[in-house]
Each structure stands twice: as structure tokens, then as C-alpha cells.
């Protein structure tokens, strides 16, 4: 332990308005914390710059998943381990459930929250790809109110978003219309527990007459934020898929992905696991009799 | 400038206590250093490896990425818990006889990480192990006798209380 306790100061309001109104009262000065599974490391490593941080676990109005008619509504507070344990979340949205099985182990799935994932914004975010191609909106508020925006808007940079400085997120909510799509999730990592993301990739399609009337793509790891990937959805919208339009999608991966060498893996590797991972869905949806 | 120091309450085992520290210090000094429980081990220090794992409220954690303040009022479960009456638990007793601990460093951890997957999952399948104390890191078993001595907890080849008490 290289961090000083005493050097930082912990606040938990233990309500939503509270915790509002304290980062209201000095915009910028304070830092959320939920799970602690991304802070609490750099605290120890004596890495962490935040002087004032205002604790959001326990807090009730954040933690919760509720289903509507049109919708589900994941409070940002809610952990990996309630998301794996949520019914409508596994079986409507199977690959959310299966990145959050994804998130470190169990005991970093007891601690780590949907809305920490997203706010702390790591290019490699288990979750993220999964909530991009589920069109997931972002619900965030302050004591001004709440607004209303698309995930896929929410990062603008490394490890940036559109957050205010006195905003939380408050809400993730997903469209209960994935029903008919196929879906596909697959990470490549070092090992299947604990590590972290290599590269990764999820898609949803809606093919219909043997077009595809519907695709989202999204990856992990090929950019600086987690992101759509709009060059190789666009070779695919419209068309059917064939072995020809499958390389098509495989080129325009290769030129879209701007992935990074780093301690985890090389950009060339990425760019090539990426290509084959989207091979590797495009290939189910083929149909039977011109599969190569 | 020294951080204020609240009074918080942590019901350890359970026993209430009440230390008087920095709301960042981390469960896992907290456990060790102010009510001296040092059962709980630190590996990594950053939640990679498991040593810290502890049970709080019900839920596995790494007792190293919890800041004290957000364990107010919670029920903590550590190693130190599991033996009754001078009498070890199941799952101890069948670490002990399936040579599942060897240096001892990781040993506390697994200990609370199969004790958790044994109150969620009484009869585990070898996917749930896996799973479950896959969060926990070991450089001397090669993990199968620690897989096997979980199988044993809850097999009854091991003697002593049943796996539902060792909670």
C-alpha cells in the first residue's frame, strides 16, 4: 500500500439528492466513487489525485433494474453480479449478462457497477460493446434535472465524456427489441478470468428475406473509447451476406479499427482478431445452402 | 492536513466493533491492523489475486479495494470465522486432508471464496469452482487439489460439520 489514507477525504451521502446536491455545492472538486474496483487500485498504487470523493455505493436510487413495457432500466449503481442475476437481463440480453460474467471474478462482480464501467470509459470496458449494439441511451442528472442521450455519443475521447462536472449517471436504458436479432459477444483476453480485454467484439443483426435490415457493430479495445464500428456496419446494412460481402466487412475492420500497441498486445494483433471475430459472426448468418 | 475520522461500525464475525480511522484506509488494514485479524492477506493490493477476499453482507470482496467507510454497519465474515469452537470447518478440514493449502498465503482467501461458492452453490459442479475461485491466485497447488478439497467439502469424505453450516 503506496497510497495515504489521510491524504484523501471520503464522504458517503447516502442519498441521491445528497450526493447531487454536494457535487452541485464545488463543481469538479469531487470524484464518485461506487464499487471501488478502478480507485481503490490506483489508491493503493499511491496513484490516486482525487483530494475529496463522495462515495455512491449504498446508495437505494441507484441501485436498480426495472423492466417496462418498451424498456429496461439498469440503475448505474447496480453491480455485474445483479445484472448475471437478472432475468429479463439474461434472457433479452444475453450478451450484457455474458460480458458482466466477464468483469475480473466473482468478488470484482459483487463491487464493480454498470455506471463505473462506462464513466471511467477504459477503451477495453467489458460492457460497453454490449450496450453499444444493444442502442443503449444514458440517463444523466444533477440538480439542474435529467437529460437523456445515446451511449454511443457518451465518450469523445480516452478515458472522456459528456459528463458535467456536478452530473452522475443515473440510468442506462436499453430497448426491449432485440428479440428477433442475432447477437454474438466474444472476448479475447490473456486468460478467461481476471484479465482484461485484448480485443473484443459484439454485434447484433435483424436479417430478414435474407437481408440484413439492421446491424450494429461494436469493439473493445480497437479505439480509443469503446465505439461503433459505422465503416463495417455500413458494408453489411441492406444486403445479404455473403463470402463476398463478409471480406468486404473484414477490409473496412482493418481500415476503421485504430487499435494500440500496449502491455496487453500489439495493434496488429488486434486489428486481425477483430477482422476474424466479425468472420466469425457474419459466418452464422450465411444462409445454409450458399455457405461456402 | 489529517482526514477526519469518523466512528465506524463493523460487526466482524459476529462481533460489533467500533474503530475510530481514515474513511479511505482500506477493510483489509482496517481487519488486519486495528482489530488485528491477520487471517485476511494481502497479495496484489489490487484485486487482481484474492488474498483479501472476505465476506461482506453476504457478498465475495476483495476486502483490498474497499475503503472503510463504505463498510459501515456491514456484517464482515474472514477466516478467522469459520473454525467454531476451536473446531475447523468442514472446508478447512478438507484443505487440510486434500493438501489444498501448501505456503499458506493464498489459503485464507480460498477459504472464503469456496466458503461463498458452498453457501450459493451446495453442491457445485467443477464449471462453478472454476468459476468461483477464479478470482483467487495460487502459485503452489496447480489448483486441482484445491478444486478437490471443495469436491470433498461438500462430498461429506471430509469429517465434520456439513456444508450448509459452513457459512
Known amino acids: 500500500m503506496r497510497g495515504d489514507a489521510e491524504a484523501h477525504h471520503l464522504v458517503a451521502p447516502g442519498n441521491l439528492a445528497q450526493a447531487l446536491e454536494t457535487l452541485s455545492s464545488a463543481p469538479g472538486e469531487w470524484t464518485p466513487i461506487a464499487g471501488g474496483t478502478e480507485l481503490m487500485v490506483a489508491h493503493a498504487a499511491g496513484k490516486l489525485t482525487a483530494a475529496k470523493l463522495i462515495s455512491l455505493w449504498g446508495i437505494p436510487e441507484l441501485r436498480f433494474i426495472e423492466s417496462s413495457t418498451d424498456s429496461i432500466a439498469i440503475g448505474a449503481g447496480s453491480t455485474f453480479r445483479d445484472l448475471r442475476l437478472q432475468r429479463d437481463i439474461t434472457s433479452e440480453f444475453p450478451l450484457l449478462a455474458e460480458a458482466s460474467s466477464w468483469i475480473g471474478s466473482i468478488a470484482n462482480q459483487s463491487r464493480a457497477t454498470l455506471g463505473g464501467n462506462l464513466v471511467n470509459g477504459s477503451p477495453a470496458a467489458d460492457s460497453s460493446p454490449a450496450l453499444l449494439v444493444y442502442d443503449a441511451d444514458l440517463e444523466l442528472m444533477s440538480v439542474r434535472g435529467k437529460r437523456r442521450i445515446a451511449y454511443s455519443a457518451f465518450h469523445t475521447g480516452y478515458k472522456r465524456n459528456v459528463l458535467a462536472p456536478d452530473e452522475l449517471l443515473y440510468a442506462i436504458h436499453l430497448p426491449r427489441r432485440f428479440g428477433k436479432h442475432r447477437q454474438y459477444i466474444r472476448k479475447v483476453g490473456t486468460r478467461r478470468a481476471m484479465a482484461i480485454a485484448k480485443v473484443a467484439l459484439a454485434a447484433t443483426a435483424l436479417v430478414e428475406d435474407e437481408t ?12 480509443p473509447f469503446p465505439t461503433r464500428l459505422a465503416q463495417v456496419e455500413g458494408e453489411l446494412l441492406g444486403r445479404a451476406v455473403t463470402p463476398e460481402r463478409i471480406q468486404a466487412a473484414r477490409r473496412a475492420l482493418l481500415v476503421e479499427a485504430k487499435p494500440i500497441d500496449d502491455i496487453r498486445s500489439t495493434a496488429e494483433y488486434r486489428r486481425r482478431v477483430g477482422a476474424n471475430l466479425i468472420e466469425e459472426f457474419l459466418r452464422q448468418l450465411i444462409p445454409k445452402d450458399t455457405a461456402a | 492536513m489529517s ?11 459476529g462481533e460489533e466493533s467500533v474503530v475510530h480511522v481514515p474513511p479511505m484506509k482500506r477493510l483489509l488494514d482496517v481487519l488486519r491492523e486495528d482489530l488485528h485479524l491477520t487471517g485476511t492477506k494481502e497479495g496484489c493490493g489490487e484485486g487482481e489475486c484474492g488474498s483479501c ?15 472503510v467507510l463504505q463498510a459501515d454497519g456491514a456484517e464482515i465474515e474472514t477466516v478467522e470465522g469459520l473454525a467454531r469452537d476451536g473446531k475447523m470447518s468442514r472446508l478447512q478440514e478438507a484443505f487440510l486432508q486434500c493438501g489444498g493449502a501448501q505456503c499458506g498465503i493464498c489459503t485464507p482467501g480460498m477459504l472464503m471464496a469456496a466458503t461463498h461458492l458452498l453457501a450459493n452453490h451446495p453442491t457445485p459442479s467443477m464449471a462453478q469452482i472454476r468459476e468461483g475461485l477464479a478470482g483467487n491466485l495460487c502459485r503452489c497447488t496447480g489448483f486441482i487439489r484445491i478444486f478437490e478439497s471443495v469436491v470433498a467439502a461438500h462430498a461429506g469424505t471430509a469429517d465434520d460439520r456439513g456444508a450448509a453450516d459452513a457459512r
Do not use: H, Y
Not at chain 2, 482526514?3 to 464475525?13: H, S, Y
Not at chain 2, 477476499?53 to 475503503?67: A, E, F, K, T
Open chain 2, 3 to 13: 482526514a477526519l475520522r469518523p466512528a465506524i461500525q463493523l460487526i466482524v464475525n
Open chain 2, 53 to 67: 477476499s472476505v465476506r461482506m453482507n453476504g457478498d465475495l470482496v476483495n476486502s483490498c479495494l474497499i475503503p
Open chain 1, 212 to 223: 440484413v435490415r439492421e446491424i450494429r457493430v461494436a469493439a473493445a479495445s480497437l479505439a
